[in-house]
């Protein structure tokens, strides 16, 4: 385990060495931005540390009620409900809204926290290939007898760095009467004109039936989840959802932190503008050199190594080189496509990245996966 001794930014400190971060979700450079800062510090002023209960005993100040506002806003949905995370959103949310005579339909390459959702739910699960609308449609006509179907998703696929089709997922919801669910994590902040994830992204904000997100991601703070969606919804999980009802309700300054993210994503799309930027500066550039990039439209940018030895191997040398980059195998990724997952920011100068892609042609000709 690699030890992280300072603040998360473009450049970080870490082993007692300077690197280039290319594995945080720090999209925005949120994480270090002076008026979370400010708002975190002023709510432990004014709340302490902690609340030291659960959110429907004595946890809940009026930080986390106009968060929950807040995010309803954000996502344009009716009302919205704050987790201690978004996989205790996921899991409260499959748990409680699903029975026994109920099917969920899960994209392949979903998040873990679905997956332990879907299995945690009392529902059939049926598992769809990544994105394979046709295949999809098909568990759709088989479902037909269950109660409810549930479609779930990632907007953003982490490992990919692709999007789900959420068009076409929106028209077989309409055409078989199936609920649409978006993990938006890897969306919320960064897609969008004005952030608000791959919803915004396709124009279908006021067509997802329910939405779920994190605070942890492009927003900056240290945790913290959402779901998203119906009052009548919300209302229910409020009452219903064991991992919302049986845990302390976030720290209030988490909290605060959040609120300022939203808004500081609402209000500088600059922000958008410089990651992309980047993304495609350094995507250019590493290809140049002969790398297998994923093309994609966000800026999760996994470098096809196939070898789950030779990627971790490369990603040990970078890391030697100043850059730190996760290889990822077997089974975060399907045998025999191990890869380096660059995860670009806006916090990443342009001397952070040429230092990088010169240190990737380094290692690449060293290690012969590039010539």
Not at 313 to 337: C, R
């Amino acid at each position: 385990m690699k030890i992280l001794e300072s603040e998360q930014a473009g450049r970080v400190k870490m082993d007692g060495r300077s690197v280039v971060m290319f594995s945080s979700n720090n999209y925005l450079g949120l994480a270090s931005h002076p008026e979370l800062k400010r708002k975190a510090i002023e709510a432990l002023q004014n709340y302490g540390c902690g609340t030291a209960s659960g959110p429907q005993t004595a946890g809940t100040t009026r930080l986390h009620d106009d968060l929950c506002k807040k995010v309803a806003e954000f996502t344009r949905c009716d009302a919205a409900l704050v987790f201690n995370s978004c996989t205790s959103a996921n899991v409260g949310l499959l748990a409680s809204i699903t029975t026994d005579k109920d099917v969920i339909l899960s994209d392949q390459y979903n998040h873990a926290s679905i997956i332990d959702g879907c299995r945690l739910s009392r529902a059939q699960t049926k598992v769809y290939a990544h994105n394979e609308m046709n295949e999809l449609e098909r568990l759709l006509k088989e479902s037909q007898d269950r109660r409810l179907r549930v479609i779930i998703t990632d907007g953003v696929f982490s490992m990919e760095g692709d999007l789900a089709p959420l068009d076409q997922l929106v028209d077989l919801g309409r055409k078989y009467d199936a609920v649409v669910v978006v993990d938006d994590c890897h969306g919320t902040g960064v897609l969008g004109s004005e952030g608000r994830g791959t919803p915004e992204h396709f124009g279908l904000e006021d067509q997802i039936d329910i939405q779920t997100s994190t605070f942890g991601k492009a927003a900056g703070a240290a945790a913290g989840g959402y779901v998203a969606g119906r009052k009548e919804l919300i209302d229910y999980l409020y009452n219903r959802a064991r991992s919302f009802i049986y845990t302390n309700a976030l720290p209030p300054s988490v909290a605060a932190t959040a609120l300022a993210a939203l808004e500081v994503i609402e209000g500088h799309p600059e922000l958008r503008e410089s990651l992309f930027e980047n993304t495609r500066y350094f995507s250019q550039r590493i290809l140049r050199l002969g790398y297998q990039v994923v093309d994609n439209e966000t800026p999760i940018l996994p470098t096809m190594i196939g070898d789950e030895t030779l990627a971790i191997k490369m990603s040990n040398k970078l890391f030697d080189e100043g850059v730190f980059i996760k290889g990822f195998t077997y089974p975060s990724v399907p045998l025999g496509k191990a890869r380096l997952r660059a995860q670009i920011s806006a916090a990443h100068s342009k001397e952070d990245l040429d230092y990088s892609i010169e240190a990737f042609r380094k290692v690449g000709e060293e290690l012969r996966v590039i010539t």
